[in-house]
């Protein structure tokens, strides 16, 4: 039996059963591979780290999308940066209200593969009248446009890798330049147990230009060694000050169809455990 | 610059008739070849895997990295010791896992940890503090070794000049590493290139076991690796003890290690060095003062690089049914420097200008060290399993 594991971390790491390969490709210095796994269904890995898998992807997705979107209230653009397997999308399409999303992907071929091979992430969403595809460098894309966005959703890959510049200081000033007034900036943000010096940096670098930063979190099983950390930027302290009576409100007027987010675990995901709070003093 | 006598190769003389493959060789490819014996380097795997029982093999890339030694090493189940980012993707390629290796390149840009981690590979080995500093950002994802320095100025090349903390330094390396949060799971050290004897890798597998056992009782972290490194010499002469004999004291010395240590190596040269041959056609020829002086397309600044880096002396095989009589002789390559001579002091028959020469043993640190100078083609690489080769 085929067995694919975590190269993540030396000391330990997470092993899965490969029931079958449906897509390998050791181009542009990458090595990527979609397997099935008969608990987590069909698994995305590159680069020896686990992406994204059918099972799981809804907690990261919905943690990602639902918070900010329902914490705004009053979200009409939505920026998302990376997220080429279309599973943010899919839940910033739940949303009635959003007027127009934008989605900047570096390489059509991700976007393609993941049609072909997650069709589940993006689940018709890449078909949304509302949404259009930028094929550009997300760092690249926030430094030059003139558009501005209510809420900017950044899905990217590991600082050690593609996902490098969406993790410096010159990114998140730009995000700001193209963030409405009242707008929040959020960003996967690793796991804290783990890669503790990544949500210092992240914090370091968001503080400069953002006059509330603070991360929240979501238990992903595949994303191992405990909790991920989502950052959370912008210049409206109050959106996520909000009581449970509000964003509840909002919650059943958007009729959302979902299965991890809950108006109480919204307000919950900012309580932070000691050990991550003692990085952010 | 300067040329520097050498002393003589063993040389042998073969009957003109066995020219013959060689002969057929490069009027398929061309001249000159490097051809590589796949069933060598399995054969040499093997025997090596028999003489160190339960060693992890990493083979050093550097000693040969052309992609045919790499796929039938990794078909034989080595793993690999990398150095730089080209090793990494000719490894990609191969599709070798990033956690079947070890990076050994004690000096590291940022860009080098990053792209071995993104390869997969999480054990690195740094010698000083400076380096350790380097693995503060990925201090969680690392696994570090500590080279460990026990000179040896009788090895032809002494590895421990260049790189390696003192075995006195080590313990307190170790230290301010843990206090860093960066993870030190053993030592390692490089006995030497070619070593003549097995009492530099016995002495520093004693002296690591004593420090491994006194870390792992004194502090709560615990090691649990210990890198013999390579060296295992091979016969470019009849001097060379067998690899089994060479082992077995290092054998013994390794039953000093508590159970629970892994323990591997990164064997290069042994592993490759009798897998290829080199093929080669005289175009000059000159008598001189000091012998006979026979000009091939392949020299120093070819596939014989290691005469000058490695300081190996490769077997030399040339073909005549005259061996009664024999000239002095010296064996020239064809690029416009004096140094570029690869045989001095040899007595053989007369050649002609297209007869072939024959380098045996060119395995290791040949094709790997070869240059374009005067912009002589390089030799084609080419693979046989022909017992000839």
Redesign the interface.
Known sequence: MNRYSETLYDAWGQSFAVDKVLFETHTDHQHLVIFKNSHYGRVMALDGVIQTTEADEFIYHESLTHIPLLAHGDVKKVLIIGGGDGGILREVCKHKNVESITMVEIDNAVVEMSREHLPKHSDGAFDDSRFQLVIDDGANFVAETEQTFDVIISDSTDPIGPGEVLFTQDFYGNCKRCLNPGGVLVTQNGVPFMQADELISTHERQQVHFADNTFYTAAIPTYVGGVMAFSWASDNKDLRAQNLEIIKARFEQAELAVRFYTPELHLGAFALPGYIQEHLK | MASVSLPAPPVTISPASEAEIYRKAIETHGSPLLVINPAKIRRAYRSLNDALPGVGLYFAIKANPHRAVVKTLAECGASFDIATSGEI?LL??I?V???NCIHTHPIKRDKDI?DA???????FVVDNLEEIKKF????????ILLRVSFPNPNSPVDLSKKFGCTPDNAIQLAETATEMGI?I?GFSFHAGSQCACPENHTHAVERCAELLMHYNETHEQNMSILDIGGGFPVPYDNGTPDIESFCAPIRNALKLLPEHIAVIAEPGRFLVADAATAVSTVIGVADRCDGRWYYLDDGVYGSYSGRIYDHANYPIRVFSDETSVTHPTIMAGPTCDSIDVFAENINIPELKIGDLVVGEMMGAYTNATATDFNLFPRAKIIESTDAAF
């Open positions: 993707e990609r390629e599709k896992r990033g956690d990053r981690l993104r390869y997969g590979c999480t054990k503060i950002p990925y201090r969680n994802r690392v696994g993870k799971k």
